[in-house]
């Protein structure tokens, strides 16, 4: 009884110890609880603390490391800077400054591929998804956290270990679109914007022959060449992947766009005869933009059904309708922007503020290559035409300082451009990932190349000379055959796409191509000149003065500028530069009395002060025994010599006008903009 008495007490007592105790022990474990919690979160924002400190150091050496990449560009021009001036000190022409970028690209990249490495990241992660297409852009989810990623491009299996690695040669590969959308709209701008010459409108038959029908052709005959390598590639089991006709069109349109800057730098010094300058600068120029469409028309073939590689009617009746709508929509987008432009510097006081105008003429001209680019049409053809125009008509209303503004502007651009462009080209050859090298493919490829040449231009060159005054001599052919040279856009189409087995091939085998050209062509001008017999030292100006003097060269000119181009003139001069710029005759007499109104609105007063002044530099291309009959207010100027204001002092600047028999020469004005290489101001 005792004992029982006992336990039931105890247990009494227990109960009434853990009453007692239940509140502390709650509160106690909420308190650790808390402690635990608060320790959790503590412990999370210290990790949270810690990646962003991550994050900011990773930025900052991802900025410093892409400092050090531009840096080595910077260093490459100014060591390609150097080097031409020292050539050009020791009148070394045997390389040009383009091969000499690229041989500074080549050093670069070798010391890139091979003398740096870079530590690999242990953070790294590799991870199997089952996903269906390549996503541009992917979230990952990690601790709670979405982190966000994008597509960088496709690496072969044997390289997943060796990402990183490579991580040094990811940095120095830029984006393709930089190349189109950054440095080639003032390359190919300055081309237009020193285009406008009486030499290149003189033989503007044979340039649109040779850049149009000439590139089709070559591109052609280069395409089945390729097609024959490729299929006894195939049968001798060398091809690893996919290459169809339609990709040796496309190659063959990619190299058909020649670049002879080389060349026409040599042309320069020596002042080669102004009409093999013309010929081979008006075709490089037009036949760029020809490839750029062409390519894009190849591209854009695709028949109905399963095989998109096959022959049909319909198919190619289209690619062929796209190519004249994009070059037509941007031939007009072009000239459009170069005409409001025009409006713009005419009808406001822009010139006034000499560094506003300038902007503005750097702005609305880079703008229309990527206005171009944006509507679907080709920015090339665009802001080829664009320069054209700006240098017809807008270049007339800057004030002196921005016309020397903005030719010294674009070519400054044009030169780094260029000499960055070819010291990628250099570059690249060592830091391109997936490179596909080929002998038997490169072997063909320059053979195609040399036969394509050839097909454009000989029998061209024998249709032309049917109907030309002054022949394209024999040796005339051979030194444009052999100043065919690959550049700057062949580089840049071939490298805007280089995710099929086929592109890469033909990307890699570019790079040889125009490595040979500019090297071995290039390098041997001087001497292909002098095989060929080619005269140098040729003044344009004393050229023309003495065969004006004795007829020839006047009558040539006549029977070789087309009946329209005369038409076109005649409209130009009247209307277009009237309403466009300050020269010109006062529309009050061009238009008829009813459009009175508009004539005085349209016609600037600086027309009204120059009426007596003749300022059109076209005139001397086709002012021939009375063809054309300028009228200026009350004064008509006639080619038989009279005028019927003997009053009214007809001048330009210090050049009067000079009679010789029924026949007027007006001299060259300069109200294009002047650029400091000689040979390309035609």
């Known amino acids: 009884m005792v004992f029982k008495w006992t336990a039931s007490r105890g247990r009494g007592a227990s109960r009434t110890r853990w009453r007692r105790l239940l509140p502390l022990l709650v509160l106690s474990l909420s308190v650790s609880g808390y402690v635990c919690r608060a320790s959790s979160e503590l412990e999370e924002e210290e990790e949270s603390a810690m990646e962003n400190i991550v994050t900011e150091k990773k930025a900052e050496e991802s900025h410093r490391q892409d400092s050090a990449d531009l840096l080595i560009f910077i260093l490459l021009l100014t060591l390609t800077i150097l080097t031409i001036w020292l050539f050009k000190h020791r009148r070394f022409r045997f390389l040009h400054e383009t091969g000499l970028a690229m041989i500074y690209g080549l050093l670069v990249g070798v010391v890139l591929r091979y003398g740096i490495h870079v530590p690999r990241d242990v953070s790294n992660v590799t991870l199997s998804c089952p996903v269906n297409a390549s996503p541009a852009t992917l979230l990952v989810q990690s601790r709670g956290k979405f982190y966000e990623y994008t597509l960088k491009g496709e690496i072969s299996t044997s390289e997943v270990g060796d990402v990183q690695d490579n991580e040094m040669l990811r940095k120095v590969t830029f984006d393709p679109e930089v190349f189109f959308n950054i440095l080639l709209p003032p390359i190919i701008f300055h081309a237009g914007y020193s285009l406008k010459r009486r030499h ?217 451009a260029e000499n960055f462009i070819f010291s990628y080209m250099g570059l690249t050859l060592f830091t391109f990932q997936n490179h596909v090298f080929n002998p038997m493919f490169i072997v063909g490829a320059f053979l195609a190349v040399f036969l394509g040449r050839a097909a454009n ?105 087309a009946w329209l181009f005369r038409i076109w003139y005649n409209f130009d001069h009247n209307y277009l530069k009237p309403i466009l710029t300050h020269s010109g005759p006062p529309l009050t007499a061009t238009l008829p009395p009813c459009c009175g109104p508009l004539a005085r609105f349209l016609t600037s007063p600086q027309a009204f002060e120059n009426e007596c002044e003749i300022k059109d530099d076209d005139s001397d291309l086709i002012l021939t025994d009375g063809d054309v009959n300028l009228n200026y207010g009350d004064v008509t100027v006639s080619t038989d010599g009279t005028h019927d204001d003997p009053d009214c002092e007809l001048a330009y600047g210090e050049h009067e006008l000079v009679m010789r028999g029924t026949r007027l020469v007006l001299p060259m004005d300069d109200s294009e903009p002047p650029f400091t290489d000689p040979r390309r101001d035609f």
């Open 200 to 416: 290149f409108f003189r033989n503007m038959g044979s340039i649109l022959a040779y850049a149009f029908l000439g590139t089709v052709v070559s591109c052609f005959v280069i395409g089945l060449l390729m097609y024959g390598c490729v299929l006894l590639m195939m049968q001798m089991g060398q091809l690893g992947g996919d290459f169809f006709f339609t990709d040796c069109l496309f190659f063959g349109a990619i190299v058909s766009a020649t670049d002879p800057v080389t060349v026409l730098a040599i042309f320069n010094e020596l002042q080669v005869d102004v009409d093999l300058y013309a010929l081979l600068f008006g075709e490089s120029v037009l036949n760029d933009a020809v490839a750029v469409i062409l390519s894009s028309a190849i591209v854009a073939y695709q028949p109905e059904g399963d095989n998109s590689h096959t022959f049909e009617v319909v198919a190619m009746f289209k690619s062929f309708g796209m190519f004249l709508g994009v070059f037509s929509g941007s031939f007009a987008l072009g000239v459009a922007t170069g005409v409001v432009t025009a409006l713009i510097s005419k009808f406001t006081k822009l010139r006034d503020f000499q560094l506003l105008e300038t902007a503005l003429f750097f702005l609305m001209s880079w703008s229309t290559f990527l206005l171009a680019e944006a509507c679907g049409f080709t920015g090339v053809v665009a802001v080829l035409f664009c320069g054209i125009t700006q240098a017809h008509y807008t270049f007339n209303n800057l004030s002196p300082e921005s016309q020397d503004r903005t030719k010294q502007l674009f070519e400054l651009l044009n030169f780094l």
């Open 457 to 561: 231009i000989y029998p061209l060159s024998f249709l032309l000379n049917l109907g030309r005054h002054n022949k394209i001599r024999s040796n005339f052919q051979h030194m444009m055959m052999f100043a065919g040279l690959r550049g700057a856009m062949t580089f840049a189409l071939s490298i805007r796409d280089t995710a099929t087995y086929a592109r890469q091939m033909m990307f890699s085998t570019t790079l040889f191509v125009v490595f040979f050209t500019v090297w071995f062509c290039g390098g041997g001008t001087t001497q292909m000149l002098s095989c060929q017999q080619i005269r140098v030292g040729v003044d344009s100006d004393q050229d023309n003065s003495i065969s004006v003097s004795e007829g020839s060269e006047r009558r040539s000119t006549k029977q070789e500028s």
